[in-house]
């Protein structure tokens, strides 16, 4: 079984939820606490042994490149004024470690990814969607590494969520389930309200194998008029073993703005730093 060592961020959306914070930057740099979400998502990968990051951008996305650049001036004048650079540790990569492919036209996640599939080549990979803050310990991505050591194939993570929410998400149909690994006979994107197969969602962690890109080579558009990730997994139920993981920890879906602020306080209540102040502040509001 080969490792997986290459992790895709479809970062090509166009965030139109967060209008008019995303005019100018990306969805994914919009911070938490003190860390833009495409941060934290690298730093699982990190976490989960993933060495090799590509990023699948669109116009307007280049801030996401040069934060995880050298900035030279701001290191240097820190330097020389004697302040502690360990805030930007982990904004670099290893030379040659880092890649960054343009979706050129935002037509769905499937079609995202399937724009990295010369750099993918043919390897099992990771795929993180950003937008989707997973906090945990260890982080989702190595729980999803650990269970896929045992099975193999394809693993996406998956969370329940209330039966009136699944029809926004992509939803597993469940087969056999341990209470932690489930397997999947279905996978349907955006079911009609009252049709989910289960409240089990996908949330935008996932380990596939590298067969998918050539499925989503003739994939179709589907839900939304996008091309859709979900049907092109759907696809390979059967052919190879697929596997959902339930994720233990916070999941906070930070491409809703509710999501988002969620995020923020949780977040905020766990830096020593800050809590007492953020506590405070809630408990007078
Ligand atoms: P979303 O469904 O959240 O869409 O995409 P979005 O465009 O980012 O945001 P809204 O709905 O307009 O506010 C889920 C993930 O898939 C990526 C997004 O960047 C996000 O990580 N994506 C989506 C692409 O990379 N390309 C696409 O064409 C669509």
Redesign the pocket.
Known sequence: MKPVRKAVF?????????LPATKAIP??MLPVVDRPLIQYAVDEAREAGIEEMIF?T?RGKSAIEDHFDIAFELEKTMSERGKATDAIEGTRFAPGAVSYVR?QD????G??VWCARHIVGDEPFAIF???ELMIGQPGCMKQMVEAYEKTGGNIVCSYEVPADQTHKYGVIDPGSDDGRLVEVKGLVEKPEQGSAPSNLMIP?RYILQPDVMRVLEDQGRGAGN?IQLTDAMAQMIGKQPFHALRFTGDRFDC?SKAGFINAQIALALRHDDIADRVRAFIAEL
């Open positions: 479809p970062v090509g959306g166009l965030g139109t939820r967060f969805k994914e699948v669109g979706q935002p037509i769905g996640l079609h995202a969607l950003a937008d935008g996008e491409g």
